[in-house]
């Protein structure tokens, strides 16, 4: 008895470890939270938008989104010292008269 040999499948029937992409994958567990994230993702995104899609769309949206956190951070921090040595161009009586309005000093 001749078995046929199809691609992909070894005559034994085991699957042949075949490639699927160029890149490597990453493993990621489902839990709550991620779970959350890809149902918001795939309401911006489409019902029908994969898993896969919107879970590396989330990834590169994250990523841009940490990178704009940390400029917006230096910036912060630059402005407070620019605060603190006096160079920041902040007009401190014009401050304080809005403060004194408002609470009507």
Request: net charge positive; proline share 4%.
């Amino acid at each position: 008895m001749k078995s046929e040999v199809r691609p992909g499948v070894s005559a034994s029937g085991y699957t042949l470890s075949m490639a699927t992409s160029r890149n490597a994958r990453v493993q990621v567990s489902r839990d709550p939270d991620l779970e959350r994230a890809i149902k918001r993702g795939r309401a911006v995104l489409g019902p029908s938008t994969p898993t896969s899609r919107v879970v590396r769309e989330l990834a590169l949206r994250g990523a841009e989104a940490f990178e704009s956190d940390q400029a917006s951070e230096w910036k912060a921090v630059e402005f407070a010292l620019s605060v603190a040595d006096g160079t920041s161009e902040l007009n401190f009586e014009s401050l304080r008269s809005v403060r004194d309005r408002a609470w009507e000093r």
